[in-house]
Antibody, heavy 124, light 108 residues
C-alpha cells in the first residue's frame, strides 16, 4: 500500500525559499501512469492545489503560484519535492503530498492517497 | 479557472438524518471529473466520490454522488456519528484543479 510522508522546516522567514520533501513507500515514484502533487491548506481554511508532476516528468502548476513554484522528483530516492520562493505569511499552510493516476484507458482518478501533511509557518 | 461554490456553508443535522450537499461549478466540469472529500480536524482529506458518482474503495454505500456539467450533489443517506466533518468538492478535469470552500456538517 502506497504511503506518503512529508518533511520540511516548519518555520521559514519571509522572502526565503520553502523546500519540502515527500518520501514515497510501498511503490515506485516512477511507475507508469502515476502522478504526484502538492495541495496546501492554510490554517482554518480550504484546500488549494499547488503543483503536480507526471510519471514522465511533465509538470503542472497553479497559475497563482507559477512564477514561484517548482516541483520535481528524485527517482533514485523515491522522493517528491516542492520549492516555493519569495514566501510570505500567505504561504503559511499545511502542505499535503498526494498521489493520483490514470488507468490504461486514460481515465483519471483523483488523489486517494495523501500524506499526513506538514505545517509550514512563514514568520520572522 | 473553474470556481466551485458549495452550499450550504453549514448543515446542522441529527444522527440518522439525510444530508444533501451541493457543489456548483462556474463552467462545465470536463469528463465529470468531480470528487468529494471528507475532512476531520487534524486529518488529511479522505476521498469519498470520484467521477461525480463512483464511490472510492472502502466508502460505505450511505454516501452517494450525482450530477454532471455544472451541478453536483453529495448525499449521505443516514448520518452516522463519524460522518460529522467538513466536506469539499474538487474538480480535476482541468488545470488548475480547484476546490469548493467546504460544507461543515455538524451535530444539531
Amino acid at each position: 500500500q502506497l504511503q506518503l510522508q512529508e518533511s520540511g522546516p516548519g518555520l521559514v522567514k519571509p522572502s526565503e525559499t520553502l523546500s519540502l520533501t515527500c518520501t514515497v513507500s510501498g511503490g515506485s515514484i516512477s511507475s507508469n501512469n502515476y502522478y504526484w502533487g502538492w495541495i496546501r491548506q492554510p490554517p482554518g481554511k480550504g484546500l488549494e492545489w499547488s503543483a503536480s508532476i507526471s510519471y514522465s516528468g511533465t509538470t503542472y502548476y497553479n497559475p497563482s503560484l507559477k512564477s514561484r513554484v517548482t516541483i520535481s522528483v528524485d527517482t533514485s530516492k523515491d522522493q517528491l519535492s516542492l520549492r516555493l520562493s519569495s514566501v510570505t505569511a500567505a504561504d503559511s499552510a499545511v502542505y499535503y503530498c498526494v498521489h493520483y493516476y490514470h488507468d490504461n484507458s486514460g481515465y483519471f482518478y483523483p488523489p486517494s492517497t495523501w500524506g499526513q501533511g506538514t505545517l509550514v509557518t512563514v514568520s520572522s | 479557472e473553474i470556481v466551485l461554490t458549495q452550499s450550504p456553508g453549514t448543515l446542522s443535522l441529527s444522527p440518522g438524518e439525510r444530508a444533501t450537499l451541493s457543489c456548483r461549478a462556474s463552467q462545465s466540469v470536463s469528463n465529470s471529473y468531480l470528487a468529494w472529500y471528507q475532512q476531520k480536524p487534524g486529518q488529511a482529506p479522505r476521498l469519498l466520490i470520484y467521477g461525480a458518482s463512483s464511490r472510492a474503495t472502502g466508502i460505505p454505500d450511505r454516501f452517494s454522488g450525482s450530477g454532471s456539467g455544472t451541478d453536483f450533489t453529495l448525499i449521505i443517506s443516514r448520518l452516522e456519528p463519524e460522518d460529522f466533518a467538513v466536506y469539499y468538492c474538487q474538480q480535476y478535469g482541468s488545470v488548475p484543479w480547484t476546490f469548493g470552500q467546504g460544507t461543515k456538517v455538524e451535530i444539531k
